[in-house]
Protein backbone atom coordinates (compact mmCIF):
# COMPACT_ATOMS: atom_id res chain seq x y z
CA UNK A 1 0.00 0.00 0.00
CA UNK A 2 1.24 3.65 -0.77
CA UNK A 3 1.41 6.40 1.81
CA UNK A 4 0.75 9.64 0.15
CA UNK A 5 1.80 12.76 2.28
CA UNK A 6 -0.32 16.02 1.48
CA UNK A 7 2.61 18.59 2.20
CA UNK A 8 4.81 16.37 -0.53
CA UNK A 9 2.57 16.68 -3.11
CA UNK A 10 3.22 14.12 -6.04
CA UNK A 11 6.42 12.34 -3.69
CA UNK A 12 5.16 9.40 -1.89
CA UNK A 13 6.63 8.86 1.48
CA UNK A 14 5.46 5.63 2.13
CA UNK A 15 6.64 3.45 -1.50
CA UNK A 16 8.81 3.89 -3.77
CA UNK A 17 9.42 2.29 -7.27
CA UNK A 18 13.24 1.62 -7.24
CA UNK A 19 16.15 0.40 -9.72
CA UNK A 20 18.86 -0.54 -7.91
CA UNK A 21 22.88 -1.96 -9.01
CA UNK A 22 24.64 -3.60 -6.25
CA UNK A 23 28.14 -3.76 -7.29
CA UNK A 24 31.25 -5.78 -5.31
CA UNK A 25 34.65 -4.21 -4.87
CA UNK A 26 37.68 -5.45 -3.66
CA UNK A 27 37.46 -3.93 0.10
CA UNK A 28 41.72 -3.34 -0.11
CA UNK A 29 41.24 -1.68 -3.72
CA UNK A 30 38.64 0.36 -4.68
CA UNK A 31 39.94 1.80 -8.10
CA UNK A 32 37.81 1.33 -11.10
CA UNK A 33 39.47 0.83 -14.53
CA UNK A 34 37.01 2.88 -16.24
CA UNK A 35 37.31 6.00 -13.72
CA UNK A 36 39.33 8.11 -16.50
CA UNK A 37 36.08 7.88 -18.90
CA UNK A 38 34.27 10.10 -16.24
CA UNK A 39 36.93 11.94 -14.46
CA UNK A 40 37.00 14.83 -16.67
CA UNK A 41 33.19 15.60 -15.29
CA UNK A 42 32.79 19.00 -13.89
CA UNK A 43 29.19 19.20 -11.78
CA UNK A 44 27.84 21.07 -8.63
CA UNK A 45 28.58 18.69 -5.67
CA UNK A 46 28.15 19.74 -1.97
CA UNK A 47 30.70 17.81 0.35
CA UNK A 48 30.44 17.23 3.51
CA UNK A 49 32.46 20.31 4.79
CA UNK A 50 30.80 22.84 2.86
CA UNK A 51 27.69 22.34 4.13
CA UNK A 52 28.81 22.01 8.04
CA UNK A 53 30.96 25.43 7.20
CA UNK A 54 27.42 26.82 6.16
CA UNK A 55 28.78 27.01 2.74
CA UNK A 56 27.14 27.08 -0.65
CA UNK A 57 27.17 24.53 -3.18
CA UNK A 58 29.93 24.79 -5.99
CA UNK A 59 31.43 22.97 -9.22
CA UNK A 60 33.73 20.44 -8.90
CA UNK A 61 35.81 18.33 -11.22
CA UNK A 62 35.17 14.80 -10.29
CA UNK A 63 38.81 13.54 -10.58
CA UNK A 64 40.18 16.34 -8.61
CA UNK A 65 37.40 15.37 -5.85
CA UNK A 66 38.29 11.47 -5.48
CA UNK A 67 42.19 12.76 -5.71
CA UNK A 68 41.39 14.80 -2.97
CA UNK A 69 39.62 12.04 -1.31
CA UNK A 70 36.55 14.60 -0.98
CA UNK A 71 34.69 11.07 -2.43
CA UNK A 72 35.88 8.18 -0.91
CA UNK A 73 37.27 6.29 -3.86
CA UNK A 74 37.29 5.80 -7.82
CA UNK A 75 34.72 3.30 -7.70
CA UNK A 76 31.92 5.46 -5.99
CA UNK A 77 33.60 8.54 -7.99
CA UNK A 78 32.69 6.02 -11.67
CA UNK A 79 29.48 5.50 -10.22
CA UNK A 80 28.61 9.05 -9.50
CA UNK A 81 29.76 10.35 -12.89
CA UNK A 82 27.76 7.62 -14.28
CA UNK A 83 24.72 8.87 -12.35
CA UNK A 84 24.92 12.09 -13.50
CA UNK A 85 25.71 11.56 -17.17
CA UNK A 86 22.59 9.21 -17.13
CA UNK A 87 20.31 11.93 -15.68
CA UNK A 88 21.88 14.90 -17.64
CA UNK A 89 20.93 12.76 -21.03
CA UNK A 90 17.70 12.27 -20.09
CA UNK A 91 16.67 15.77 -19.56
CA UNK A 92 17.05 16.73 -16.18
CA UNK A 93 18.64 20.44 -16.51
CA UNK A 94 22.39 20.32 -15.07
CA UNK A 95 22.19 23.57 -13.34
CA UNK A 96 19.57 21.91 -11.29
CA UNK A 97 21.06 18.71 -9.82
CA UNK A 98 23.84 18.38 -7.55
CA UNK A 99 25.91 15.82 -5.70
CA UNK A 100 25.37 16.18 -1.56
CA UNK A 101 27.73 14.20 0.48
CA UNK A 102 25.23 13.17 3.38
CA UNK A 103 26.26 14.06 6.72
CA UNK A 104 27.40 11.50 9.54
CA UNK A 105 24.52 11.47 11.40
CA UNK A 106 23.18 11.23 7.60
CA UNK A 107 24.95 7.59 7.08
CA UNK A 108 24.56 4.32 7.99
CA UNK A 109 26.76 3.46 10.88
CA UNK A 110 28.76 1.09 8.42
CA UNK A 111 29.01 2.90 5.41
CA UNK A 112 32.42 4.40 3.68
CA UNK A 113 30.48 7.48 2.36
CA UNK A 114 27.85 8.17 0.59
CA UNK A 115 26.53 11.02 -1.84
CA UNK A 116 22.85 11.91 -2.98
CA UNK A 117 21.42 13.16 -6.45
CA UNK A 118 19.61 16.00 -5.79
CA UNK A 119 17.21 17.65 -8.46
CA UNK A 120 15.59 21.24 -7.80
CA UNK A 121 11.98 21.42 -8.51
CA UNK A 122 8.84 23.31 -7.66
CA UNK A 123 8.82 20.95 -3.91
CA UNK A 124 12.76 22.12 -3.43
CA UNK A 125 15.89 20.15 -3.58
CA UNK A 126 14.96 16.49 -4.07
CA UNK A 127 16.58 13.41 -3.47
CA UNK A 128 15.77 11.04 -6.31
CA UNK A 129 19.14 8.74 -6.42
CA UNK A 130 21.56 7.52 -3.48
CA UNK A 131 25.56 6.53 -4.41
CA UNK A 132 26.60 4.59 -1.02
CA UNK A 133 29.37 2.77 -0.59
CA UNK A 134 28.16 0.25 1.78
CA UNK A 135 31.70 -1.13 2.70
CA UNK A 136 31.99 -5.08 3.51
CA UNK A 137 28.41 -4.95 5.87
CA UNK A 138 26.37 -6.80 3.82
CA UNK A 139 28.86 -9.90 3.29
CA UNK A 140 30.43 -9.56 6.64
CA UNK A 141 26.22 -9.69 8.02
CA UNK A 142 25.80 -12.94 5.74
CA UNK A 143 29.18 -14.09 7.03
CA UNK A 144 28.01 -13.90 10.77
CA UNK A 145 25.31 -15.79 10.19
CA UNK A 146 26.06 -18.91 7.81
CA UNK A 147 28.33 -19.35 11.22
CA UNK A 148 25.68 -21.57 12.27
CA UNK A 149 25.40 -23.53 9.84
CA UNK A 150 26.93 -27.06 10.03
CA UNK A 151 29.43 -27.96 7.61
CA UNK A 152 28.72 -30.66 5.33
CA UNK A 153 30.65 -34.30 4.35
CA UNK A 154 31.36 -34.62 0.71
CA UNK A 155 33.13 -37.29 -1.07
CA UNK A 156 36.34 -35.86 -3.16
CA UNK A 157 39.35 -37.56 -4.92
CA UNK A 158 42.77 -37.38 -3.70
CA UNK A 159 45.41 -37.43 -5.83
CA UNK A 160 48.81 -38.06 -3.72
CA UNK A 161 51.80 -38.44 -6.03
CA UNK A 162 55.23 -39.75 -4.25
CA UNK A 163 57.79 -36.99 -5.30
CA UNK A 164 60.91 -39.40 -4.07
CA UNK A 165 59.87 -42.76 -5.97
CA UNK A 166 58.98 -40.29 -8.86
CA UNK A 167 62.27 -38.19 -8.23
CA UNK A 168 64.27 -41.38 -8.40
CA UNK A 169 62.23 -42.80 -11.14
CA UNK A 170 62.43 -39.91 -13.83
CA UNK A 171 65.24 -37.93 -11.98
CA UNK A 172 65.42 -33.85 -13.60
CA UNK A 173 61.69 -34.41 -14.70
CA UNK A 174 59.83 -35.76 -11.84
CA UNK A 175 57.80 -31.73 -11.67
CA UNK A 176 56.30 -32.24 -14.79
CA UNK A 177 54.80 -36.10 -14.04
CA UNK A 178 54.17 -34.71 -10.57
CA UNK A 179 52.04 -32.06 -11.91
CA UNK A 180 50.40 -34.05 -15.04
CA UNK A 181 49.21 -36.61 -12.24
CA UNK A 182 48.10 -33.96 -10.05
CA UNK A 183 46.33 -32.55 -12.85
CA UNK A 184 44.07 -35.75 -14.24
CA UNK A 185 40.33 -35.52 -14.29
CA UNK A 186 38.38 -37.64 -11.72
CA UNK A 187 37.62 -39.95 -14.66
CA UNK A 188 41.39 -40.41 -15.72
CA UNK A 189 42.53 -40.63 -12.53
CA UNK A 190 39.96 -43.90 -11.29
CA UNK A 191 40.85 -45.37 -14.50
CA UNK A 192 44.99 -45.59 -13.34
CA UNK A 193 43.58 -46.89 -9.71
CA UNK A 194 42.04 -49.72 -11.51
CA UNK A 195 44.81 -50.27 -13.88
CA UNK A 196 47.13 -49.97 -11.24
CA UNK A 197 45.24 -52.19 -8.61
CA UNK A 198 45.06 -55.09 -11.79
CA UNK A 199 48.61 -54.88 -13.44
CA UNK A 200 50.33 -52.83 -10.54
CA UNK A 201 51.66 -50.33 -13.64
CA UNK A 202 50.09 -48.29 -16.42
CA UNK A 203 51.38 -46.12 -19.36
CA UNK A 204 50.53 -42.54 -18.75
CA UNK A 205 50.96 -39.57 -21.30
CA UNK A 206 53.23 -36.35 -19.83
CA UNK A 207 51.88 -33.67 -23.08
CA UNK A 208 55.00 -31.60 -21.43
CA UNK A 209 57.83 -34.31 -22.39
CA UNK A 210 56.05 -35.12 -24.98
CA UNK A 211 56.00 -38.65 -24.33
CA UNK A 212 54.50 -41.65 -22.38
CA UNK A 213 56.00 -43.02 -18.79
CA UNK A 214 55.66 -46.06 -17.13
CA UNK A 215 53.43 -45.46 -13.70
CA UNK A 216 54.60 -47.70 -11.43
CA UNK A 217 51.45 -48.55 -8.09
CA UNK A 218 54.12 -47.09 -5.70
CA UNK A 219 54.56 -43.74 -7.50
CA UNK A 220 51.03 -42.44 -6.67
CA UNK A 221 47.78 -42.65 -4.33
CA UNK A 222 44.60 -42.41 -5.40
CA UNK A 223 41.44 -42.72 -3.44
CA UNK A 224 38.24 -41.32 -2.71
CA UNK A 225 37.96 -39.72 0.90
CA UNK A 226 35.42 -38.13 2.90
CA UNK A 227 35.78 -34.53 4.26
CA UNK A 228 34.40 -31.79 5.66
CA UNK A 229 33.17 -28.34 3.98
CA UNK A 230 31.95 -25.44 4.89
CA UNK A 231 28.70 -24.15 2.74
CA UNK A 232 30.20 -20.95 1.72
CA UNK A 233 33.69 -19.12 1.31
CA UNK A 234 33.69 -15.34 2.79
CA UNK A 235 35.85 -12.71 -0.03
CA UNK A 236 36.85 -9.37 1.26
CA UNK A 237 34.01 -7.72 -1.08
CA UNK A 238 32.65 -4.16 -0.24
CA UNK A 239 29.49 -2.99 -2.54
CA UNK A 240 28.76 0.04 -3.98
CA UNK A 241 24.45 0.09 -4.62
CA UNK A 242 23.57 3.54 -6.32
CA UNK A 243 19.61 3.64 -5.69
CA UNK A 244 17.17 5.27 -8.35
CA UNK A 245 13.90 7.12 -7.33
CA UNK A 246 12.08 6.31 -10.67
CA UNK A 247 9.26 8.24 -9.73
CA UNK A 248 11.01 11.09 -8.37
CA UNK A 249 13.20 11.06 -11.51
CA UNK A 250 10.18 11.24 -13.90
CA UNK A 251 8.65 13.78 -12.40
CA UNK A 252 11.64 16.11 -12.56
CA UNK A 253 12.20 15.65 -15.97
CA UNK A 254 8.61 16.20 -17.07
CA UNK A 255 9.58 20.02 -14.71
CA UNK A 256 12.67 20.20 -16.33
CA UNK A 257 11.76 19.74 -20.16
CA UNK A 258 8.64 22.02 -19.42
CA UNK A 259 7.91 25.66 -20.97
CA UNK A 260 5.82 27.87 -22.91
CA UNK A 261 6.15 30.12 -25.75
CA UNK A 262 3.90 33.00 -27.55
CA UNK A 263 1.91 32.81 -30.63
CA UNK A 264 3.11 34.61 -33.21
CA UNK A 265 0.19 36.97 -32.18
CA UNK A 266 1.60 37.43 -28.46
CA UNK A 267 -1.93 36.41 -26.84
CA UNK A 268 -1.70 32.76 -26.72
CA UNK A 269 1.29 30.77 -24.59
CA UNK A 270 1.55 27.09 -26.00
CA UNK A 271 2.66 24.32 -23.83
CA UNK A 272 6.12 22.67 -25.05
CA UNK A 273 8.13 19.82 -23.51
CA UNK A 274 11.30 19.68 -24.46
CA UNK A 275 11.87 16.05 -24.20
CA UNK A 276 15.24 15.00 -25.72
CA UNK A 277 14.58 11.94 -28.52
CA UNK A 278 16.10 9.43 -26.40
CA UNK A 279 13.50 9.57 -23.97
CA UNK A 280 10.04 11.33 -25.68
CA UNK A 281 7.61 8.71 -25.86
CA UNK A 282 6.88 9.98 -29.28
CA UNK A 283 10.15 10.36 -31.77
CA UNK A 284 7.70 12.12 -34.70
CA UNK A 285 4.88 12.97 -36.05
CA UNK A 286 3.81 12.56 -40.10
CA UNK A 287 1.41 15.11 -41.50
CA UNK A 288 -0.14 15.60 -45.20
CA UNK A 289 -0.43 19.17 -45.47
CA UNK A 290 -3.75 19.38 -46.78
CA UNK A 291 -5.89 16.32 -47.26
CA UNK A 292 -5.58 15.17 -50.51
CA UNK A 293 -5.56 11.53 -52.02
CA UNK A 294 -1.21 11.67 -52.89
CA UNK A 295 -0.18 13.35 -49.70
CA UNK A 296 -1.99 11.33 -47.61
CA UNK A 297 -0.86 8.17 -49.43
CA UNK A 298 2.84 9.15 -49.27
CA UNK A 299 2.02 9.70 -45.40
CA UNK A 300 1.13 6.49 -44.78
CA UNK A 301 4.00 5.38 -46.36
CA UNK A 302 6.60 7.01 -44.35
CA UNK A 303 4.73 5.73 -41.78
CA UNK A 304 4.54 2.63 -42.37
CA UNK A 305 8.47 2.99 -42.91
CA UNK A 306 8.46 4.38 -39.44
CA UNK A 307 7.06 1.16 -38.16
CA UNK A 308 9.19 -1.11 -39.87
CA UNK A 309 12.53 1.26 -38.55
CA UNK A 310 10.88 0.62 -35.04
CA UNK A 311 10.66 4.59 -34.97
CA UNK A 312 7.34 5.52 -32.41
CA UNK A 313 4.96 7.69 -34.46
CA UNK A 314 1.81 9.48 -34.77
CA UNK A 315 0.14 9.45 -38.53
CA UNK A 316 -2.44 12.65 -38.00
CA UNK A 317 -4.48 13.51 -41.40
CA UNK A 318 -7.19 15.39 -39.55
CA UNK A 319 -7.97 18.40 -41.58
CA UNK A 320 -6.57 21.09 -39.14
CA UNK A 321 -3.93 23.87 -40.14
CA UNK A 322 -0.24 22.93 -40.04
CA UNK A 323 -0.12 25.48 -36.92
CA UNK A 324 -2.24 24.08 -34.84
CA UNK A 325 -1.15 20.31 -35.33
CA UNK A 326 2.71 21.34 -34.86
CA UNK A 327 1.43 23.50 -31.47
CA UNK A 328 -0.46 19.94 -30.52
CA UNK A 329 2.88 17.72 -31.64
CA UNK A 330 5.00 20.46 -29.50
CA UNK A 331 3.00 20.16 -26.92
CA UNK A 332 3.33 15.95 -26.16
CA UNK A 333 7.36 16.72 -26.32
CA UNK A 334 7.47 15.14 -29.75
CA UNK A 335 11.23 16.19 -31.47
CA UNK A 336 10.47 16.17 -35.37
CA UNK A 337 7.30 16.66 -37.45
CA UNK A 338 7.10 15.97 -41.25
CA UNK A 339 4.92 17.57 -43.42
CA UNK A 340 4.53 16.03 -46.82
CA UNK A 341 3.60 18.84 -49.20
CA UNK A 342 4.69 16.90 -52.19
CA UNK A 343 5.21 13.72 -53.70
CA UNK A 344 9.01 14.01 -54.24
CA UNK A 345 10.19 15.66 -50.66
CA UNK A 346 9.10 16.66 -46.99
CA UNK A 347 9.81 19.22 -44.72
CA UNK A 348 10.91 18.25 -41.63
CA UNK A 349 10.71 20.42 -38.55
CA UNK A 350 12.99 20.39 -34.97
CA UNK A 351 10.49 21.36 -32.30
CA UNK A 352 12.66 23.75 -29.86
CA UNK A 353 14.13 25.49 -33.09
CA UNK A 354 11.49 25.31 -35.08
CA UNK A 355 13.98 25.11 -38.20
CA UNK A 356 12.94 23.08 -41.02
CA UNK A 357 14.38 21.25 -43.85
CA UNK A 358 14.05 19.94 -47.33
CA UNK A 359 14.17 16.10 -47.33
CA UNK A 360 13.41 13.38 -50.07
CA UNK A 361 10.95 10.32 -48.99
CA UNK A 362 13.43 7.93 -49.79
CA UNK A 363 16.14 9.21 -47.16
CA UNK A 364 13.76 11.02 -44.38
CA UNK A 365 13.10 7.67 -42.01
CA UNK A 366 16.55 7.17 -41.80
CA UNK A 367 17.89 11.12 -41.21
CA UNK A 368 14.77 10.87 -37.97
CA UNK A 369 16.33 7.02 -37.16
CA UNK A 370 19.92 9.24 -37.04
CA UNK A 371 18.74 12.02 -34.81
CA UNK A 372 16.95 9.91 -32.54
CA UNK A 373 19.13 7.21 -31.45
CA UNK A 374 22.00 9.51 -31.70
CA UNK A 375 23.89 9.07 -34.32
CA UNK A 376 23.53 12.57 -36.11
CA UNK A 377 22.88 15.91 -34.04
CA UNK A 378 20.56 18.31 -35.85
CA UNK A 379 23.30 20.69 -36.38
CA UNK A 380 24.49 17.99 -38.37
CA UNK A 381 21.35 17.46 -40.20
CA UNK A 382 20.82 20.95 -41.23
CA UNK A 383 24.58 21.69 -42.52
CA UNK A 384 23.90 18.55 -45.16
CA UNK A 385 20.03 19.37 -45.86
CA UNK A 386 18.26 22.97 -47.50
CA UNK A 387 16.58 24.57 -45.36
CA UNK A 388 12.79 25.38 -45.30
CA UNK A 389 11.58 29.11 -44.50
CA UNK A 390 8.20 28.56 -42.87
CA UNK A 391 5.28 30.34 -43.92
CA UNK A 392 3.41 32.52 -41.66
CA UNK A 393 0.33 29.79 -41.66
CA UNK A 394 3.07 27.43 -40.70
CA UNK A 395 3.41 28.69 -37.13
CA UNK A 396 0.70 30.32 -34.48
Known amino acids: MSVISPCQGLFRDGDFTLAEIEHFVDHEDKSHPKFVDVAGLEFLMFPREEQLAGKSVKSMILGKAVSEATINNETLGYFIGRVYLFLTRLGIDKGRLRFRQRLPNEMAQYAADCWDAEIECSYGWIECVGIA ?8 AHLEKSRVSEPREVEKLVITPSEEELGLAFKGNERMVVEALEAMSEKEALEMKEALDDKGEVDFQVCTLGKSVRIKKNMVSISMERKEEHQMDF ?19 FEHSFYTRPSKSGDVQWNVFRFPPLVAPIKCTVFPLIKSQQFVEVANLIAKSLKVAN ?3 ELDVIGKSIGKRYAKSDELGVPYAITVDSTASVTMRQRDS ?24 WADVLCRYPTHVATHADEL
Open 133 to 140: DRSAYDLL
Open 311 to 313: ISH
Open 354 to 377: KEQIRVSIEEVVSVVKKVTVGQST
Open 235 to 253: YNLSVITPSFVIGRIIYCL
